[in-house]
């Protein structure tokens, strides 16, 4: 994996390329806040039904609907190339899971969800009370990542309930100085183990330090970044292994896949 300064390690930028992601910028600014501003009457009608895994499932239906636009805008102005491979199986499973994706850049969940579909993603506490991410996270039945506790429970409680989950093992987004990817929290073994749920990895590979720890998101790339998103082959944790046991079984999957920063094909 690549440490270098983002300075360093690609060609300068040209005008018409400046420009285009520059423009690419400000649509996808203006389609964000339009569509947080349009998921308030949606919101108000979902929060109104009963049945919380309804709400959840018509919330996070739109938030896929949200992010594959995004994802559009993306690839159309050249920002972004994706390739999935691997998904349709998801569409062939039933039951409840646990997607764990690693995480290079800031812009993961967004393509995990527009390709994967409905799951409640665990999120940083201070996202959730984005005004662009709060409302339609809220309605998606999103789960803050503390107190800790209540994390577990609610994943616990969404998982035995056949619902699935989003939940980034490494915490944050990976550090450099960690390599491939970062320590792996417990609290994913702790879900493993007591739902019973396989954990299924998401291998995101990536082109370009774009949005990676410690670049600013003023920041342009410097060239067309190049995203694989595959899945693994799912995990289970026994009820007897050890938490660091199973953490190391994963962490293994990641490494072995060539995670995190890689060179365009």
């Known amino acids: 994996m690549t440490t270098q300064n983002a300075s360093e390690d690609s060609p300068r930028l040209t005008l018409s390329c400046r420009l285009r992601f ?36 018509l919330g996070q239906s739109a ?27 998801l569409k062939l499973q039933t039951g409840p899971l646990i997607l764990a994706p690693n995480h290079p850049a800031l812009w993961d969940a967004v393509f ?6 409905r799951a409640s993603c665990v999120l940083k506490a201070s996202l959730m009370h984005n005004p662009l991410l709060v409302v339609g996270s809220s309605m998606a039945g999103f789960v803050k990542n503390e107190p800790l506790h209540r994390m577990l429970k609610t994943c616990l409680e969404r998982l035995r309930g056949g619902e699935r989950v989003l939940f980034f093992p490494e915490g944050t987004r990976t550090r450099p100085e960690h390599g491939a990817v970062n320590p792996l929290t417990g609290s994913l073994a702790v879900l493993a183990r007591q739902s019973r749920a396989p954990v299924v990895p998401v291998i995101i590979r990536t082109s370009s330090r774009y949005l990676s720890k410690g670049w600013p998101i003023w920041r342009l790339p410097r060239e067309t970044v190049h995203l694989r998103l595959s899945l693994g082959q799912p995990l289970t944790c026994g009820p007897e ?20 920063e890689t060179p365009a094909a």
């Open 22 to 57: 520059a423009t690419a910028g400000l649509v996808l600014l203006i389609y964000w806040s339009a569509c947080a501003f349009c998921l308030l009457p949606l919101a108000g009608a979902v929060f109104h039904l009963r049945q919380q895994p309804r709400r959840r499932e």
């Open 112 to 117: 995990v969800i527009a390709e994967a579909g």
């Open 63 to 89: 938030l896929n609907l949200m992010f594959r636009g995004v994802a559009g805008i993306l690839r159309s102005f050249g920002v972004v190339e994706v390739s999935y491979e691997g998904f349709d199986q």
């Open 241 to 260: 292994e050890e938490t660091a046991d199973f953490l190391e079984r994963l962490r293994a999957v990641y490494v072995a896949a060539g995670c995190g």
